[in-house]
């Protein structure tokens, strides 16, 4: 399961179980600060460049990526139910998450950015 949580001024984004396993990292803590948008748009499964995690074309995104836009973390499974926080500032210059319930998290997200 995938958590994100929201406390002490950041974001923070939880992997458990084989998802911390396939993803090789299971906690990210984001300062609301960094975060500069947040997307319900899904993710493209194209991906060139070097990775830390497990991809398989169309199926499944899970770790860290580092393509031209920087180094990006991804845990994407069905790309229709992802959050994306596009960040600076940050290590990662996005983070693309997937959760059930995607539309009450952006909304979180967007609320604890106010």
């Known amino acids: 399961m995938v958590n994100i949580s929201i406390s002490h001024g950041e974001a923070v984004v939880r992997l458990e179980g084989t998802k911390k396993f396939l993803a090789l990292k299971g906690t990210i803590k ?6 500069k948008s947040v997307s319900l748009r899904p993710p493209k499964w194209s991906f060139l460049g070097v990775r830390a995690g497990t991809y398989f074309p169309g199926v499944m995104m899970a770790g860290t990526f580092w393509t031209r836009s ?13 959050v994306t926080l596009t960040l600076y500032g940050h ?7 997937q959760v059930d319930n995607h539309e009450k998290v952006a909304s979180l997200v967007s609320e604890a950015l106010r």
């Open 30 to 35: 984001i300062p609301l600060k960094s975060i």
């Open 70 to 82: 920087g180094k990006e973390f991804y845990y994407v499974r069905d790309p229709n139910k992802c």
């Open 91 to 97: 290590e990662y210059s996005k983070v693309v998450f």
